[in-house]
């Protein structure tokens, strides 16, 4: 390997460690009543690209489905987040945290290599939740630590799947989050407002017609007060008809109906949702909203920046000692490797935790305090900045420091005033309303 392709690869690293992406909050119900089995899933994501898409089996004995989803897969297409097939089997994928634990049953299993494709064979292979279970105990499915999974087919049977345990359930009602209910008592489920918004809805009438099922759906959707974030797509499945009824950016006015067994004759499509509903302000402001995981030349700016930082911390830190008979501003060498290594890692949290962009200001991380204390950062910056730029402009004038620490550390300025201008624009200076 030459030296460009070790850079080329060196960066590509760099790019998946700080790119990477997290799950996201969903809620679902299902409710059987009078032989009618709904399901209704909420998709609560910041993508912009939200798909429907249909396919047949491509084997003897499998079964066409339809699938939502908006995570884009490369050459699998886009990872399924909920889905129907022709036999009323549906699913709902639901972000959630697990501890993990070593078990001997998950090294006699099968291991799970695509995820995208291993969920759509489900979908294409069973017809009720038995045979659900049976497919999935063949593999580790410990492999979705941050997911867990139902699936409900028509008789209105379901299946939790979470890392650790398979249960089969036959409420007539039902509600799930973010969260496990084998580990989660429902006192801490209840904090989840859109969970217990549906679990109250559901206390004093069950209905299975789409006008019930439509303003459940509306109450469990999330639309937060920053940037009116929150459910992407409401799609409801009617399991007995076969029918599809999908809601966009939660909105509720406007519905787009398909029948399974139509669309299936059509041939495998996908169609992205956006282009089925009218224009959607509020979604167009989701999508001019600008962050490191949406536009690449600010998440290149944020790397760069945090290297930039990196080095600069060293670089001043050896030169203080270099240069100790240096009186004027030697303490200011030794202030900027503590601060250089502050700016490196909030970099790395602006570019790895999307959920800082979209939460009030200043952000606070429920399981990492670490995280919740650089909330306070640009703070620190926008106290400083003025007497950096002071200092920087004496040390240009006097010559007091050399070439390369003078122009490093005016470069450094610049910057900090460029970062200054992203915080402003994300709202991380609005703490107050």
């Known amino acids: 390997m030459n030296r460009l392709q070790s ?3 060196a960066l590509l690293l760099v790019f998946i460690l700080f790119a990477i992406e997290y ?10 009543y009078v032989g009618k089995t709904m399901v209704g899933c909420n998709e609560d994501a910041w993508r912009l690209t939200p798909h429907i898409w249909f396919e047949n089996g491509t084997k003897p004995g499998n079964y066409g489905a339809a699938f939502t989803g908006s995570r884009f897969d490369g050459a699998n297409g886009y990872a399924p987040q909920s889905g129907m097939n022709e036999f009323g089997l549906s699913f709902s994928r639901l972000a959630s945290y697990t501890p993990q634990k070593t078990t001997s049953v998950s090294e006699s299993r099968k291991s799970i290599s695509n ?7 489900i979908m294409h292979s069973c017809k009720t939740v038995e045979e659900v279970k049976a497919y999935i105990s063949r593999y580790d499915y410990s492999y979705f630590i941050e997911d867990v999974f139902i699936y409900i087919d028509k008789s209105g049977k379901y299946l939790i799947v979470e890392p650790y345990s398979l249960t089969i359930g036959n409420e007539p009602n039902y509600v799930l989050s973010n969260f496990c209910p084998s580990i989660t008592d429902k006192t801490k489920a209840f904090k989840l407002d859109r969970y217990r918004k549906g679990v109250e809805f559901l206390k004093y009438k069950t209905d299975t017609s789409l006008a019930f099922c439509t303003a459940l759906s509306d109450t469990m959707h999330v639309c ?9 797509l409401t799609s409801i499945w009617d399991l007995n008809n076969g029918t599809i009824n999908l809601y966009f950016y939660h909105q509720y006015k406007n519905v787009v109906k398909f029948n399974l067994k139509e669309e299936l004759k059509k041939g495998d499509h996908k169609i992205e949702i956006q282009t089925l509903f009218p224009h959607n302000s509020e979604f167009e402001k989701l999508a001019n909203y600008k962050t490191p995981k949406n536009n690449l030349v600010i998440l290149m700016f944020l790397i ?6 990196v080095f600069s911390s060293i670089y001043y830190l050896i030169t203080y000692f270099v240069t100790r008979k240096e009186k004027r501003y030697a303490y200011l060498r030794l202030a900027l490797f503590p601060f250089g290594l502050i ?12 959920y800082i962009f979209y939460f009030p200001s200043p952000y606070i991380d429920p399981k990492n305090i670490l995280i919740s204390i650089t909330s306070y950062i640009p703070f620190l910056l926008l106290l400083l900045i003025i007497p950096f730029i002071r200092i ?7 010559k007091i420091w050399g070439s390369f620490s003078k122009w490093l550390f005016t470069f ?15 709202g991380f200076f609005n703490v107050v309303g």
């Open 224 to 232: 937060r007060g920053k940037i009116g974030d929150g459910t992407l």
């Open 392 to 398: 920087n402009i004496r040390i240009i004038k006097e």
């Open 115 to 121: 995820p995208t494709a291993y969920l759509k064979d």
């Open 412 to 426: 450094n300025n610049i910057i900090y005033l460029i970062l200054l201008v992203l915080f402003a624009y994300w």
């Open 343 to 354: 700016l490196f890692y909030y970099m790395y949290v602006l570019c790895r935790y999307i």
């Open 23 to 32: 799950g996201y909050a969903c809620s679902m119900y299902k409710i059987t």
């Open 7 to 9: 850079f080329k690869f």
């Open 304 to 309: 760069l920046s945090g290297l930039l930082f």
